[in-house]
């Protein structure tokens, strides 16, 4: 296991805080959230696939998402509302969705 601000991850002690702490801690829920939204059966095992990160973190984060918002991660009209309150570029990309049919009109 590496230590936090090691050398070989690029972070000094005095920069690590400016290239990979707070803003990119503060965006994880906001990640998570995302994820957990988009998934179907909203698992953390779906959600670390989604956000590329092991399920034990993505079950710590989904705990954390828990207590923040509680039993609204259940109601549909919350979790529609914080889906378009999200920005859009955080969004992940999936695949399934983003295939497109063929165009029949490319042919002629």
């Given amino acids: 296991m590496r230590a936090r601000g090691s050398a070989s991850d690029g972070c000094s002690a005095s920069g690590c805080r400016a290239s990979c702490g707070p803003s990119r801690r503060a965006a994880r829920p ?15 095992p779906e959600v670390a696939r989604a956000l590329d990160i092991p399920p034990q973190t993505a079950r710590r984060r989904l705990r954390r998402l828990e207590e923040l918002f509680g039993e609204r991660l259940g109601d549909p009209a919350f979790r529609f509302a914080a889906l378009l309150a999200l920005p859009p570029a955080r969004r992940p990309r999936h695949p399934a969705r983003d295939r497109r049919p063929p165009d029949e009109d490319a042919g002629i």
């Fill in 30 to 44: 906001a990640e998570t959230l995302d994820a957990l939204l988009m998934s179907w059966n909203r698992t953390a």
